[in-house]
């Protein structure tokens, strides 16, 4: 098995489909921030592979391949994942999103595990979580918060 020096990069990586992928990399972009840093299109004018990162993670991006059988979230009935990013500073991060038009699921807050989180949908389904970590919490706290959680939704 490869170690992580030898791979370069890190080991498990998202990668998401996009019907219009050129533009979901302008909406990363844009609106959360990330760089491009490779592109292969096909003939076509699709994405066959696209790297994107951001503070030095990444993330892959393609375009939909029916011939694959990939799809964009919008072409699903249901939400399949989600992507959660830490940052330095949820709250600026979140007031740049929502500059920006994104489809904002709920504002930053301060959540019982101890990080600040906000959701946004980006251009073609996909749930993003931003998060900043604001505070410890011990284990036995944030089970119990969860159960309490639980119990209200029965």
Known sequence: MADSEQLGHQ??????????APAAIDW???????????????????????????LGEQVMI?????????????????LHQQITVYVDDVDAHFAHA???????LSE??????GDRTYWVQDLEGHRWSFQQHVRAVPDE?????????????E
């Open 98 to 104: 929502q500059a920006e038009g994104a489809a904002i």
């Open 62 to 78: 393609s375009s939909a391949f029916d011939e694959a059988g990939t799809r964009s979230p919008r072409d699903l009935p249901a």
């Open 141 to 153: 706290e944030s089970a119990e918060a969860m159960r309490k959680i639980a119990s209200e939704h």
């Open 108 to 113: 930053p807050q301060d959540q019982f595990w």
């Open 11 to 20: 080991r498990i990586v998202p990668y998401l489909t996009y019907a219009d």
């Open 28 to 54: 990363l972009y844009r609106v959360f921030g990330f760089e491009e840093i490779r592109r292969m299109e096909t003939g076509d004018g699709r994405i066959g592979h696209a790297a994107l990162t951001f």
